[in-house]
């Protein structure tokens, strides 16, 4: 079993900057981790998803250039910094792991999700 906590969401103006942080327990952190959001009344949709080394990573076109996924398996934690963000980024922000190598986009392809933070960019 993983735990998945994350932190770091709250209430910024479009064109700013916030960091979300996603801290691993339980078992050997060697998954591949995801960062998903989910907006009222709108399906859960991917964001970022980076390999167990770090070396593959994978943005969704409406975040890239703008997000960045990054991990430190040291401290088992991943990260999503978020840059020019604007009020359709508005949403809930899952973190996600996933047994096995490949990344994925896909929410089903997620064995373990954290509870999220709310992050919400006022225009």
């Known amino acids: 079993q993983v735990q998945l906590v994350e932190s770091g969401g709250g209430l910024v103006q479009a064109g700013g900057s916030l960091g979300l942080s996603c801290a691993a327990s339980?078992?050997?952190?060697?998954?591949?981790m995801g960062w998903f959001r989910q907006a009222p009344g709108k399906e859960r949709e991917f964001v970022a998803a980076?390999?167990?080394?770090?070396?593959?990573?994978l943005h969704a076109d409406s975040v890239k250039g703008r997000f960045t996924i990054s991990r430190d398996n040291a401290k088992n934690t991943v990260y999503l910094q978020m840059n020019s963000l604007k009020p359709e980024d508005t949403a809930v922000y899952f973190c996600?792991?996933?047994?096995?190598?490949?990344?994925?986009?896909?929410?089903?392809?997620?064995?373990?999700w954290g509870q999220g933070t709310q992050v919400t960019v006022s225009s």
């Open positions: 996600a792991a996933r047994e096995g190598a490949a990344l994925a986009d896909i929410v089903n392809r997620y064995d373990y």
């Open positions: 980076i390999s167990w080394s770090g070396g593959g990573k």
């Open positions: 339980g078992r050997t952190f060697r998954y591949v």
